[in-house]
């Protein structure tokens, strides 16, 4: 098992860049796949961005491709997302969680919330207009 903590979120204006960092607990960090989700108020939680095992394999929702960057940090323990050129409907509250073990990334696997476990607790992102 492992526990996930997000920070880095905050109000930003349209345009601007945040980077949100997941940090996680214990010493087996580098064994997980891991991935961003994202939930605004009425709607319900969507993919933002994966990273494999492997920090070459990423994987993004078209709403994000090219102004978000996922990476890992195996020493530090910590995956982080870097959001630029925001704009208002990026507001949400943002999630990191692992991806299953057991669980693949073929056809759509990799952005289905149900091969998801162990959620982090959430930050929150603002862009104003």
């Known amino acids: 098992q492992v526990q996930l903590v997000e920070s880095g979120g905050g109000l930003v204006q349209s345009g601007g860049s945040l980077r949100l960092s997941c940090a996680a607990s214990?010493?087996?960090?580098?064994?997980?796949?891991m991935g961003w989700f994202r939930q605004a108020p009425g709607k319900e939680r969507e993919f933002v961005a994966a990273?494999?095992?492997?920090?070459?394999?990423?994987y993004y929702a078209d709403s994000v491709k090219g102004r978000f960057t996922i990476s890992r940090d195996n020493a530090k323990s910590t995956v982080y997302l870097q959001m630029n050129s925001l704009k208002a409907e990026d507001t949400a509250v943002y999630y990191c969680?692992?991806?299953?073990?057991?669980?693949?990334?073929?056809?759509?696997?990799?952005?289905?919330?149900?091969?998801?476990?162990?959620w982090g607790q959430g930050t929150q992102v603002t862009v104003s207009s």
């Open positions: 969680a692992t991806f299953k073990a057991s669980a693949s990334y073929g056809g759509d696997g990799y952005q289905t919330e149900e091969n998801y476990d162990h």
């Open positions: 214990g010493r087996t960090f580098s064994t997980y796949r």
């Open positions: 990273v494999g095992w492997m920090r070459s394999i990423t």
